[in-house]
């Protein structure tokens, strides 16, 4: 079959990313981008090689016609009035993360995704992390019996530095919790296989930024943050989020533990496993102790390109390319990016107004 042809909406740090995936991903080619910043445009054409048409506008790249799948990898502020001018026939959609940064413009954007005949596809590559991957397939097979409860950690380095520095301001992000940690709702979903009911957070901007001034603004995104999840059957789900905590062992953990085992991915390379029923626990010298697998999780060598994901974003955009070919359903809705963002919302909610913040109350249909 001929190359899909991709066009890049969006030519900074994630663009690039996906350009240099789409580069080394059979079957496919990137033959159009689109950014306002120069700079960009011309780091993104150089990494895309070949004959790559170039646009200030996404309206003019789509207005060229020759592609069959957009990659909208625009600031998150953007992703809604971009979308706008792409619901064109046949043409397949992949949105990068979070979907919105509103759930206004969520709730529009599956709308019209409802009644679009391509493949649309959000962006949440955590879930084909190598030892992600392995946690929900361990889950799935009933290795942790019954999970009730989840928990992530995320110790990293503050926010990278974007063209304009847009990313330092909730109104472009939506917030920290909706920027940064969608991924992590979305995990939680998927472990549990749940949509949760209600959300309780604790959160603060105590060390990043405060000292950058942008024509006459602070920052004030925030830098830390617990997140508690409850779920209609009981389970609960915790986020720990620290963004000036450099000097971590893992920069991403995370647990899940049930009635017969507990599960731990420490990312990016590690996975552990404690498993086995409770009734068959080995007595030792400190009293009953988990029977425990450790292992590493090596990089899966069909990946051409590891990239800044150790391969997610090079299986994710595989599914993609596969279900354009198959005309199937994509493997990551507009719905789970829809719920990944409601999350966010709801935690910052919660903060600004120091209450337990329901899910019903954001009214998602």
Known sequence: MEDIRFGIVGAGMMGQEHIANLAALPGVRVVALSDPDAAMREQAAARAGGDVAVFTDHRDLVAAGGVDAVIVASPNHTHRTVLDDLWLD????????????????????????????????????????????LLLRRVRAGDAGRVRMVSIREHRYPFLMKVGDWNRFDRN?????????????DLMNLVLDERPVRVYASGAQDVNHLDEVYDGE??????????????????????????????????????????AGKLEADLPGFMELARGRRAELVVGSRGPEWPVEVRAVEDDPEIRYLGGHHGASY??????????????????????????????????????????????????G
């Open 90 to 133: 046949g043409l397949h959609l992949f949105v990068e993360k979070p979907l919105c940064t509103t759930i206004a413009d969520c709730l529009a954007v599956r709308d019209r995704a409802a009644r679009h005949d391509g493949v649309v596809w959000v962006g949440l590559e955590y879930r084909y992390m190598p030892a992600v991957d």
């Open 173 to 185: 992000t939506g917030g920290t919790l909706v920027e940064k940690c969608c991924h992590f709702f």
């Open 218 to 259: 602070v920052p004030d995104i925030l830098d830390n943050a617990y997140v508690v999840v409850d779920y209609p059957s009981g389970a609960r789900a915790a986020l720990d989020l620290c963004m000036f905590a450099e000097g971590s062992r893992w920069e991403q953990e995370l647990v899940a533990v049930g009635d």
């Open 315 to 364: 299986v994710e955009l595989a599914r993609f390319r596969d279900a354009i070919r198959a005309d199937t359903a994509p493997e990551v809705t507009v719905d789970d990016g829809l719920w990944s963002v409601a999350m966010g919302v709801a935690a910052h909610r919660s903060i600004d107004e120091g209450r337990p913040v329901d899910l019903a109350e954001l009214d998602l």
